[in-house]
């Protein structure tokens, strides 16, 4: 009897690590396809599967492409926010093999520069109500 439950137990920690692997590559080929359809697949999985870290990642990096691509300081904020929003969501999930994949703690540092830098830029163009949401 134990030998079957700690059989089912490996079963099901293979599977769970399998399955988080088929959603990562998928979302991954649609990042670097299209990323708008990225982040419609990631929104979905987030609704149906919400314990699932790979998601919340690429919105993130949605998010954060759309900030770095966006033609003024307001649109730049309004995705960043969101970028971090994710971002704080796939850190509380703690799925440190995917972290280590995609080399977490760089993206992360990242996401902070470029919070700084609008920061300053916002601050410089007398925006401060949106600074200091950012701030926060």
């Known amino acids: 009897m134990k030998k079957l439950l700690s059989t089912l137990i490996v079963l099901l920690l293979v599977f769970s690590s399998f399955a988080t692997n088929i959603f990562f590559n998928r979302l991954d080929k649609l990042y670097k396809k299209d990323k708008k359809q990225c982040l419609d697949v990631a929104k979905r999985y ?40 994710y971002a704080l969501q796939f850190d509380e999930l703690n799925d440190l093999e995917l972290q280590v994949e995609v080399n977490w703690l760089h993206v992360k540092d990242e996401l902070n520069e470029d919070a700084f830098a609008l920061i300053k830029t916002l601050e410089s163009a007398n925006d401060f109500e949106f600074s200091e949401r950012l701030n926060d």
Do not use: C, D
């Open 46 to 85: 987030i609704n149906y599967l919400p314990n699932q870290a790979s998601s919340y990642y690429f919105a993130s990096m949605v998010y954060k492409f759309k900030a770095e691509n966006a033609k003024n300081s307001r649109g730049e904020y309004m995705h960043l926010k969101k970028a971090i929003g």
